[in-house]
Nanobody, 122 residues
Framework: QVQLVESGGGLVQAGGSLRLSCAAS????????MAWFRQAPGKEREFVVA???????YYADSVKGRFTISRDNAKNTVDLQMNSLKPEDTAVYYC????????????????WGQGTQVTISS
């Protein structure tokens, strides 16, 4: 089992930056694909970005060029640097992990954190 805990959410103005962190425990995530998803009120959960065990990344078009995912396998953490934030980025952000898949389909991820709220004011 893998436990995931997100941190770093908050309230910032449009154009600002936030850095989210996901700390994993219970098992090393070095061989896992890790991802961030988000869910805005009244909307479906949406893929943001994934990083493969070897560092390959896959971004949603809506965040490409603004968000950067990074992983530190030694620390068992995955971070999401979010720049040039927009009000439409407002959502609860979830960290997810899987050992058997790499991509954007939420149903293929086995482990999820509890989420952290990100609110962008205009």
């Amino acid at each position: 089992q893998v436990q995931l805990v997100e941190s770093g959410g908050g309230l910032v103005q449009a154009g600002g930056s936030l850095r989210l962190s996901c700390a994993a425990s219970g098992r090393t995530i070095s061989s896992y694909a890790m991802a961030w998803f988000r869910q805005a009120p009244g909307k479906e959960r949406e893929f943001v970005v994934a990083v493969k065990w070897n560092g390959n990344t896959y971004y949603a078009d809506s965040v490409k060029g603004r968000f950067t995912i990074s992983r530190d396998n030694a620390k068992n953490t995955v971070d999401l640097q979010m720049n040039s934030l927009k009000p439409e980025d407002t959502a609860v952000y979830y960290c997810a992990a899987t050992g058997t898949y790499y991509g954007s389909r939420a149903e293929r991820y086995d482990y999820w954190g509890q989420g952290t709220q990100v609110t962008i004011s205009s």
